[in-house]
């Protein structure tokens, strides 16, 4: 959002708002979709020095969870508050900024609930709602960790560790 500040009068608090596509502002992650715009609602208030652009970004997202893939949705609910040094300016483009704000606000992991046991390794099913057919030590002979199971295996039958 620009803020020309021949707009605005000193001591005047002035109700703003905006909305954004959420690709436009390159905010979406593999993890962490929208689902609608990004509304913006808010007030702006020019000082004799300073400018203050408070208010809420909200949207509709989806979480998607990094353990069982599940998408969540959700409500984003972002408040904001920026300050803006006036001297010598007569626009302040407040977009680099709101789009910081809501990129902060996506989780570096984010699991769909604490207990979620995930996908199996072995044939992809959602652990959450069914079991498989695959066995546990099949699991873990076609994973990556099967070599560190046998070094593990050796080592204890040879009496070191």
């Not at 992650?29 to 979709?33: E, H, L, Q, S």
């Not at 044939?123 to 709602?129: Q, T």
């Not at 076609?142 to 050796?154: Q, V």
């Given at each position: 959002m620009q803020i020309r500040l021949a707009d605005y009068?000193?001591?005047?608090?002035t109700k703003v708002s905006g909305e954004y596509e959420p690709k436009s502002l390159d905010v979406e992650?593999?993890?962490?979709?929208y689902s609608q715009n990004i509304a913006l609602r808010g007030?702006?208030?020019?000082?004799?020095?300073?400018?203050?652009?408070?208010?809420?970004?909200?949207?509709?997202?989806?979480?998607?969870?990094?353990?069982?893939?599940k998408p969540v949705p959700r409500s984003l609910d972002c408040p904001f508050e920026f300050f803006y040094a006036l001297k010598g300016k007569e626009v302040i483009e407040t977009l680099d900024d709101l789009r910081e704000t809501l990129i902060l606000e996506h989780p570096i992991s984010f699991v769909c609930q604490e207990s979620c046991r995930g996908l199996c390794p072995?044939?992809?099913?959602?652990?959450?709602?069914?079991?498989?057919?695959?066995t546990s030590s099949s699991k873990l002979s076609?994973?990556?960790?099967?070599?560190?199971?046998?070094?593990?295996?050796?080592?204890?039958?040879s009496g070191h560790g």
């Open positions: 009068k000193e001591g005047v608090l992650f593999i993890d962490f979709v007030t702006v208030e020019k000082g004799a020095d300073t400018l203050t652009f408070r208010g809420q970004l909200t949207s509709e997202i989806q979480n998607i969870c990094g353990r069982c893939l072995q044939c992809g099913i959602n652990l959450n709602e069914s079991r498989c057919a695959c076609g994973s990556a960790f099967s070599r560190l199971k046998g070094i593990w295996a050796h080592k204890k039958g």
